[in-house]
């Protein structure tokens, strides 16, 4: 079994900052592309940002130069960490990995997702 568990969600202030966390665990050969999606009430789900095995990373337009998405691949975690957060940037944030597990079968994992909310 494969699971992916963010953590780091909650409540903050227009203009403040949170750091989320995503860890893999489970029978995992190895992980591609880790990333960050989010889903604002009523809205799809949106690629907020990726990063690749290698280091690459890929921002969605609205949140570039405010958030920062990095890895530790001998934790098997993600992280994104968000700066000047704004309203609008309130959503279920999800956790998503491409990954390769002991059978050699790849595929894309979801977290259950953490909430954030950007109010005063």
């Known amino acids: 079994q494969v699971q992916l568990v963010e953590s780091g969600g909650g409540l903050v202030q227009p203009g403040g900052s949170l750091r989320l966390s995503c860890a893999a665990s489970g029978s995992i050969f190895s992980i591609n592309a880790m990333g960050w999606y989010r889903q604002a009430p009523g809205k799809e789900r949106d690629l907020v940002a990726v990063i690749t095995s290698g280091g690459s990373t890929n921002y969605a337009d609205s949140v570039k130069g405010r958030f920062t998405v990095s890895r530790d691949n001998a934790k098997k975690t993600v992280y994104l960490q968000m700066n000047s957060l704004k309203p609008e940037d309130t959503a279920v944030y999800y956790c998503?990995?491409?990954?390769?597990?002991?059978?050699?079968?790849?595929?894309?994992?979801w977290g259950k997702g953490t909430l954030v909310t950007v109010s005063s």
């Open positions: 998503n990995a491409d990954i390769v597990d002991i059978t050699f079968y790849s595929r894309p994992y």
